[in-house]
């Protein structure tokens, strides 16, 4: 028979033989969950908290836990210490390495704290806790993103560019108009995410291996020290939960989704043949080859990176499907899609540097928003005003505008006479109803591109955003007092 010494495990006893070394190390978790030591210092801690409300530890060994606790922490707090516990030569899983730490710390108190605990319900709560921290992060990160955009629109004042539907011009919009579509797909994530967070925030410490602790703790206590909302209904859902890894990480491909939308626009209007964008040199490179490039690699790497999400997404939906309760060692797969989307918030900081150094070229985008007849609309509700069905009016400015196309003019320039072939209802203010800014302003609902509308919507976007910043704080205070 194996003692624990010998082995070096937390599960010896009822073993003979050693473990074959190839699936020793195959099978070890602390390779990629050396990230999770914060999480599981503090859930740790917490459950020292219930062991000694429960008089299974003194006051005393509370509090030489703890410290040793926080001393372990503080020893791994740096990137080489960092790297001691990802390198760390036995530990089986970041639970083993805490263990064994505490051990060589305070001696035979350190095995103390494993009563009335599994590693199943630690691993549940510190993966909610890592992904809480997480969403905080990308949250923050993505209020950056907005408030660049927000930046940039206010910035642009009435610059108008054309909008497109089919990839065709459509109608003339504020560059802020466009901008601000980015911040409502922001904050949308950012809704998301929140909710995610809201959904997990429930404490699993106290589930036991799967039927619940076999003490009387107050699980209350752990919740509260942890900031969760309260402790989980059910010990066989919350050690074999892992759906909110899965729905972080399915709301996180929406973010991927906007950023290579927005990258995909950015790179095409930098073209030449659209000229919209002056590309930033700071985020750009050029060609060995070719010595004229200025290519948009950033907007390339985003479209490019975001395709890592969703097939993180994608492994941890297969790794759940038909996974039967509760425990099995599958979950521990789900941990490496949910932290192979660490570069998020630092992919959204660096768009939001990438966007507040973006150059409009108002000129062309003005120039190209009032070519084309793109006041075709504006003109046809002009008829409108005059009592004509939109129906019909939109079939004689169809005319109007067929005939400018092969005269080579725009709208504004026929003649009354020439606009009169196709109907008699237009008078002289029609001149008016079809300049730049009467085709913005006939837009004049919620959520349209008039003027005033627009300037509207930038102080009520700027007002969501500093919303995302006040809502963090609270579980980034807790994370940070872990
Ligand atoms: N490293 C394990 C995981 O990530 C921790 C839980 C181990 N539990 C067990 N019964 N072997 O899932």
């Known amino acids: 028979m194996l003692n624990e010494q010998q082995s070096g495990k937390m599960w010896s006893g009822r073993f003979r033989e050693p473990l074959d070394p190839e699936f020793e190390a195959w099978q070890r978790s602390i390779v990629f969950d050396w990230r999770l030591l914060d999480e599981e210092i503090a859930a740790s801690k917490a459950h020292a908290s219930a062991l000694l409300a429960a008089k299974i530890l003194t006051k005393d060994e509370t509090a030489e836990l703890r410290a040793a606790l926080d001393a372990i922490a503080a020893e791994h707090a740096s990137e080489a210490g960092k790297a001691l516990v990802r390198d760390h030569a036995t530990a089986e899983d970041i639970h083993h390495f805490v263990e064994l730490k505490l051990v060589e710390r305070i001696g035979p108190l350190g095995l103390k704290l494993h009563t009335g605990r599994s590693r199943n319900e630690q691993i549940a709560t510190d993966l909610r806790l890592y992904v809480r921290a997480q969403i905080n992060l990308v949250v923050k990160a993505l209020a950056a993103w907005a408030g660049a955009l927000v930046e940039q629109a206010r910035a642009a004042g009435d610059s108008v560019m054309p909008s497109y539907t089919h990839m065709q011009r459509a109608e003339p919009v504020l560059v802020a108009h466009w901008l601000l579509a980015y911040v409502e797909m922001a904050l949308r994530d950012a809704g998301r995410l929140r909710d995610c967070a809201a959904r997990l925030n429930f404490c699993p410490l106290g589930s036991g291996a799967v039927a619940g602790a076999t003490l009387a703790l107050d699980r209350n206590l752990a919740a509260r020290e942890l900031g969760f909302t309260a402790p989980t209904a059910n010990s066989i859902d919350a050690t074999s939960d892992r759906d909110f890894i899965l729905e972080y990480l399915q709301a996180l491909t929406f973010v991927g989704l906007h950023l290579s939308r927005f990258a995909e626009e950015i790179t095409l209007f930098a073209t030449a043949e659209f000229s919209f964008i002056t590309l930033p040199e700071a985020f750009s490179t050029g060609s060995s080859a070719m010595p004229q490039k200025k290519n948009p690699d950033l907007t390339e790497l985003i479209r490019g990176k975001v395709g890592r999400i969703h097939g993180a997404a994608e492994a941890v939906t297969l790794q759940l499907k038909g996974l039967p309760l509760a425990y099995n060692k599958d979950l521990q797969e789900t941990q490496e899609p949910a932290f192979s989307v660490d570069f998020v918030p630092q992919m959204l900081k660096l768009v939001a540097r990438f966007t507040a150094a973006l150059r409009f070229n108002r000129e062309r985008m003005s120039k190209t928003a009032q070519s084309g007849c793109l006041n075709a609309m504006a003109a046809?509700?002009?008829?409108?005003?005059?009592?004509?069905?939109?129906?019909?009016?939109?079939?004689?400015?169809?005319?109007?505008?067929?005939?400018?196309?092969?005269?080579?003019?725009?709208?504004?320039?026929?003649?009354?006479?020439?606009?009169?072939?196709?109907?008699?209802?237009?008078e002289e203010d029609f001149f008016a109803a079809v300049t730049l800014a009467a085709t913005l302003d006939c837009h004049d609902v919620t959520g349209g591109t008039a003027r005033e509308r627009v300037r509207q919507a930038l102080a009520t976007a700027s007002e969501h955003i500093a919303g995302l910043g006040a809502h963090t704080s609270t579980q980034e205070a807790v994370h940070a007092g872990s």
Do not use: C, N, W
Not at 397 to 414: N, P, S, T, W, Y
């Open 380 to 426: 046809a509700t002009y008829l409108v005003h005059k009592g004509v069905p939109f129906r019909t009016a939109h079939e004689k400015i169809g005319h109007a505008v067929r005939f400018a196309i092969e005269k080579g003019v725009e709208l504004g320039a026929l003649t009354l006479d020439e606009l009169r072939q196709f109907g008699t209802e237009f």
